[in-house]
């Protein structure tokens, strides 16, 4: 079986500040892919960032990096000087090799971002 | 148009009544799935299906049906449709290649 934890239900910050959300994993199989997906308030889902597990190299795009760590099963989001339009809901998915028929989702972060 | 549409995107319907959400994607993908997404809980899988002939049921299959029309069409069904169903439906796709997935624009369905 496999399992995707976001332990922080809510966060808010003021804007520009830097925010990180947290992503723990379970899966047995080696072979696995981390996601990341943005719904913002108008409801629809939006892709950010796959990552396979054998590559655990830290990414960036512009005010978003991704630090994968396999050592603690831990997929983590940072947004650095984080802005209005980032307030939304975040959700981090796993699919494993196993069980590559499903998509498992974490029960997701609301996040608001304060003027 | 966008590659994976649902209809209805809102839908209010009454206890006991048959309800079908509609999905069709434009992106060829293999693999279309259903999910419910309800506050605090994430999504959860209800049912998902590799081709026309191949339908498996999710976490939480009690209480709805599908139908894989077509490679493009994937169908979901309440039979009879009660008030803790009320939630938002995804349809996704997915190629067999690729596992990234990509998601409707969702269906609010409200039973009262």
């Known amino acids: 079986a496999q399992k995707v934890t976001q332990a922080q239900t809510e966060i808010s910050v003021v804007e520009k500040e830097d925010v990180t959300l947290d992503c723990v994993y379970e899966t047995r199989d080696t072979t696995y892919y981390l996601f990341w997906y943005k719904q913002p308030p108008s409801g629809e889902l939006v892709f950010l960032i796959r990552?396979?597990?054998?590559?655990?190299q830290n990414e960036i795009s512009g005010r978003y990096s991704w630090n994968f760590q396999k050592s603690t099963s831990s997929f983590n989001f940072t947004i650095t000087a984080s802005q209005v339009v980032d307030s939304a809901v975040y959700f981090c998915?796993?699919?494993?090799?196993?069980?590559?028929?499903?998509?498992?989702f974490g029960s997701g972060t609301q996040l608001t971002v304060l003027p | 148009d966008a590659d994976v549409t649902q209809t209805p995107r809102n839908r209010i319907t009454k206890t006991g009544k048959r309800i079908m959400l509609e999905c069709s994607q434009t992106?060829?993908?293999?693999?279309m799935y259903w999910y419910r997404q309800d506050p605090g809980l994430g999504l959860r899988l209800i049912y998902y299906s590799f081709d026309v002939k191949d339908i498996n049921k999710g976490e939480i299959s009690d209480g709805y049906s599908v139908s894989r029309q077509a490679q493009a069409k994937f169908s979901l069904s309440l039979e009879s449709a009660i008030p803790n169903q009320t939630a938002l439906y995804f349809c996704?796709?997915?190629?067999?290649?690729?596992?990234?997935?990509?998601f409707g624009q969702g269906t609010r369905l409200t039973v009262v």
């Open positions: 992106k060829g993908h293999d693999r």
């Open positions: 990552r396979n597990s054998f590559d655990e």
């Open positions: 998915a796993l699919i494993s090799s196993g069980s590559a028929r499903q998509l498992t």
């Open positions: 996704a796709t997915r190629d067999r290649g690729d596992t990234e997935a990509f």
